[in-house]
């Protein structure tokens, strides 16, 4: 009796190490198997050649689209127009719902807005001025004809579509360009083109928001500004305390002050700092009490930009070495920084000061 043997079988049991897999060394030829999908994809190659769009199983074809759209700006009523496309209303409805009518929608508020809006409108012009005429019939014979004035459906179509122009006021730009290049749409829809991106393409660029104008500082002496004014001299409102110079500011002269001396004293902050120590008239400052104030603040500055804690002076370890007192006009930032967080500048008696502004005056 012939007896028949599984080649997958596993192997009978030997003193040689098992294979992983027990596999032949040949499978028997079998003729190549077609799947159901394959056909199917013969049969759509041979229905839709590349470059032929497949027809829409809900008939609103690139003909019944333009037959609509068409219709609706000559007449502005949905009904109608979905009549000359051979389709209904609700059929309409149901394609500019879906996500592949999103072109289609915006095409159709286009229509309205730019169109139909504005038939109506002069419609109802018309109306105003000619009124209208309604004949009366009986056994299909004119028996009267009645003139008189009644465009109250008129105004609520056009409110309605009014409603539209407001709903869409933002991308009322986008909407005229789409009404005006109704024909190009169409002519996109017969060659098979993407209409999501026509609409897309046609969306106005946005202009760049405008730079406001940067806003004025709070004038919290506005006595100080009325002077200016009234002296021609510039108030410095708008300036930074901080590059406000003072300079020539010398206390021991104070009565011979002009308004743009006064101004620019209280504006860069001189006398709140002598304020803060304990003068805040400045009738103990000298004739170096506007440099020292300058140098400090300059000095304040530069330890704030290289890092340092400028609020909090006095640290130990700064080297101090090449702070040459004599030379502080041709100080580096460095320097200036290294003297203010050392306190160099701080520890300076105020006849130093008035020395280096009497110097300078000569200078």
């Known amino acids: ?73 000559a007449v502005g009523v949905v009904e109608h127009a979905a009549r000359a496309a051979g389709l209904s209303a609700a059929s309409a ?17 286009a229509i309205l807005v730019h169109r139909a809006r504005a038939r109506i409108a002069s419609e109802l012009q018309s109306r105003a001025v000619a009124g209208c005429v309604s004949v009366r019939k009986r ?72 730079v406001s104008a940067p806003l004025k500082r709070r004038d919290n002496d506005p006595e100080l500004t009325t002077l200016a004014r009234l002296s021609g001299c510039p108030d410095y409102l708008d300036v930074d305390p901080n590059t406000i110079d003072v300079s020539d500011i010398d206390f021991t002269r104070k009565s011979e002050w002009d308004a743009d001396q006064w101004v620019r004293v209280y504006r860069s902050g001189l006398m709140h700092w002598l304020a803060a120590g304990g003068d805040p008239a400045g009738s103990t400052a000298g004739r170096g009490t506007a440099l020292c104030f300058t140098f400090s603040r300059e000095a304040c500055r530069a330890a704030h930009e290289a890092g340092y804690d400028a609020a909090s002076p006095g640290e130990e370890g700064i080297d101090s070495s090449d702070l040459d007192t004599a030379q502080i006009w041709d100080w580096t930032d460095d320097q200036l920084a290294r003297a203010w967080q050392s306190r160099t500048i701080q520890r300076l008696p105020e006849d130093f000061w008035d020395d280096l502004a009497t110097s300078e005056e000569e200078r």
């Not at 009014?162 to 991308?171: I, Q, T």
């Open 1 to 73: 009796m012939e007896q028949t043997t599984n080649p997958l079988a596993p192997e009978a049991a030997t003193d040689e190490p098992a294979s992983p897999f027990n596999l032949p060394d040949h499978f028997p030829e079998n003729p190549e198997t077609r799947l159901i999908s394959d056909e199917l994809n013969d049969t759509l190659a041979e229905t839709f050649p590349p470059g032929i769009r497949k027809p829409r199983h809900d008939g609103w074809t690139p003909d019944a689209i333009a037959a609509f759209l068409h219709d609706l700006a």
């Open 93 to 109: 409805y149901a394609f500019r719902n879906r996500r592949q009518g999103r072109a289609f929608a915006k095409m159709w508020d």
């Open 139 to 210: 056994d299909g014979e004119v028996v009267s004809e009645y003139h008189y004035h009644d465009n109250r459906l008129a105004m609520a179509m056009l409110t309605r579509l009014d409603r539209l122009a407001e709903r869409e006021g933002e991308s009322d730009a986008h909407l005229r360009a789409l009404s005006e290049g109704l024909d190009d749409y169409l002519d996109c829809l017969a060659d098979g083109g993407d209409a999501d991106a026509f609409v897309d393409a046609r969306r106005p660029v946005e202009p760049e928001p405008e």
